[in-house]
């Protein structure tokens, strides 16, 4: 079995920063992309940023600037640094990640989303 668990959400003040991190488990071959969406209540997920497995990576236009995505593929891990929260951040991120099990074929895996609240 697979599993993507994230870490780092909480309660940070606007302008503030925090680090999700996301370990990928599991009976794993390989992982190509890796990356973070994000829903706000009362809105679609949408793509916050991504990064391959060679390093390549893009990000949403309102993210940019402020998100840092980064993965250690020997710890089977992927980081997003967020700094200058602002109010309009707060929102459940979730990491996924398109992993090849051992036995099985590839196909995109899902955590199950922490929380950051950006609020004063």
């Known amino acids: 079995q697979v599993q993507l668990v994230e870490s780092g959400g909480g309660l940070v003040q606007p302008g503030g920063s925090l680090r999700l991190s996301c370990a990928a488990s599991?009976?794993?071959?390989?992982?190509?992309?890796m990356g973070w969406y994000r829903q706000a209540p009362g809105k679609e997920r949408e793509l916050v940023a991504r990064?391959?497995?060679?390093?390549?990576?893009n990000s949403a236009d309102s993210v940019k600037g402020r998100f840092t995505i980064s993965r250690d593929n020997a710890k089977n891990t992927v980081y997003l640094q967020m700094n200058s929260l602002k109010p309009e951040d707060t929102a459940v991120y979730y990491c996924?990640?398109?992993?090849?099990?051992?036995?099985?074929?590839?196909?995109?895996?899902w955590g199950k989303g922490t929380l950051v609240t950006v609020s004063s």
């Open positions: 996924y990640g398109w992993v090849v099990p051992t036995y099985n074929d590839g196909m995109d895996y």
């Open positions: 599991g009976s794993i071959f390989s992982i190509g992309s």
């Open positions: 990064i391959s497995s060679g390093g390549i990576s």
